[in-house]
């Protein structure tokens, strides 16, 4: 998988692969956006120094998903995935976790925790989410809820009582 980073000049390419995801904002109950809106809400969005926006590209170079994220949101520590996107004819085809793994073996310094947020009553995305080691975080309901994932080694729980870690 090819993850290029997006781009102002991208904005038709993202309008595309929205145009082959007419599920997912049927999911939200609302159309696909138009080309100057994907235009103005990548504007935005490129704004933002801790966003990352990326399209994702099979081997041969055609665009089959997208992937936006935000560093330290809504904590310090936190990578939030705001949207993985791929596109319909290409999904149950293990793309969306490839990105997802190649987004967890490259996390900014200081990260401690993935969040992924599965919008509206979808129960697919949170059944994905879960499968790729996800937990249940927050509820939003309706708008949205959250799954999480520690970075990094996890604490390791104190040791009981009357036992001292290290000796024998």
Not at 54 to 59: P, Y
Not at 84 to 100: M, T
Not at 110 to 129: E, K, Q
Request: glycine share 8%.
């Amino acid at each position: 998988m090819n993850v290029t980073p997006l781009a102002l000049h991208h904005a038709p390419l993202l309008h595309r692969l929205y145009s082959a995801a007419p599920g997912y904002f049927a999911l939200l109950s609302t159309r696909v956006p138009t080309l100057s809106e994907v235009q103005r809400d990548l504007e935005i969005a490129l704004l933002d120094p801790r966003r990352s926006l990326s399209l994702l590209c099979d081997e041969g170079g055609e665009v089959i998903g997208s992937l936006d994220c935000k560093r330290n949101f809504p904590e310090p520590g936190d990578l939030t995935i705001n949207l993985l996107l791929i596109r319909e004819d290409r999904q149950s085809q293990g793309w969306g976790e490839r990105a997802v793994r190649h987004l967890e073996a490259r996390v900014p310094p200081g990260t401690t925790r993935i969040l992924a947020s599965v919008l509206g009553d979808n129960p697919r995305g949170a059944r994905f989410w879960e499968r790729l080691g996800y937990t249940f975080a927050l509820d939003a309901r309706p708008v949205m809820t959250w799954y999480a994932r520690p970075v990094g080694p996890l604490p390791q729980p104190p040791a009981p009582v009357g036992i001292r870690a290290g000796h024998d």
